[in-house]
């Protein structure tokens, strides 16, 4: 590992290195980590364009397959840009907390888009006009997990107040396939707000291993080929409690 970048101190870690070698794969790499050894991004120096992750390989295709002539997306959470940077010809805008993230994404993954704002995301995208967007993507977590005030009630609300009739949004998030109280209350919040959901998981070695989980709602029913979801299979989560601003 070659480190090109590091900042550690209270309540924060970041880092960005060049390794030979990603999840088993040989190669040239660049990584950006959170001091939880979560990474947050990485790309294919030998071939930047891509996609090395399945999670946003599969919000791609639900993007595509769903609204094929989309235009407008809402992003809450940058990391290195990847989704973003995939469409240069759509309105993407991004809202980012950390402006470091902003910087190091610009800095060692080339990042080139004017399109982001740094700043609490909810609190941007409440500042949106209504019915403005055709996805709102949620992809943004500390090193406690995805901040608990874009996983409400009252935050599904706002989001669906965004969105056009036939808009859909979709989360990434960490937990397992069974037995998780809370996936199964956020699924069950989710619920509250938008008529049609679809929950995925990517699989992994071990029962007890904590899972990429994907959840989407929209408007109307959500579609996605099977074979084009990079790995994820479709699951129905626990029904669990209701998330709200004020609990």
């Known amino acids: 590992m070659h480190l090109l970048y590091e900042e550690i101190g209270p309540g924060r870690g970041i880092r960005v290195y060049d390794t030979n070698e990603l999840y088993g794969e040989k190669g040239r790499f660049r990584v950006l980590q959170f001091a939880n ?129 036939d808009g859909a949004l979709f989360m990434n998030l960490f937990g397992k396939s069974e037995h998780d109280n809370h996936i199964g209350a956020i699924y069950t919040t989710l619920g509250e707000v938008f008529s049609y959901r679809k929950a995925f998981y990517l699989p992994s070695e071990g029962t007890r291993d904590t899972l990429n989980i994907l959840l989407a709602g929209g408007g109307c029913p959500l579609m996605y080929q099977a074979r084009h979801m990079a790995g994820f299979i479709e699951f129905e989560p626990e029904p669990g409690y209701l998330i709200t601003d004020r609990l």
């Open 37 to 165: 050894e979560a990474i947050q991004g990485a790309i294919d120096l030998n071939n930047p364009g891509r996609i090395l992750f399945e999670y946003p390989r599969a919000i791609i295709h639900l993007m595509e397959t769903n609204r094929p002539l989309f235009e407008n997306v809402f992003m809450i959470g940058h990391g290195i840009g990847t989704i973003a940077a995939r469409y240069p010809q759509k309105r993407v805008t991004v809202a980012e907390y950390d402006p470091k993230v902003v910087e190091l994404s610009r800095t060692y993954f080339g990042y080139d888009r004017e399109n982001i704002i740094v700043g609490d995301g909810r609190e941007i995208l409440d500042q949106e006009p209504p019915e403005a967007y055709d996805y709102v993507i949620l992809d943004a977590f500390t090193e406690k997990g995805t901040p608990r005030h874009l996983i409400t009630r009252e935050f599904f609300e706002l989001g669906r107040s965004k969105l056009h009739t």
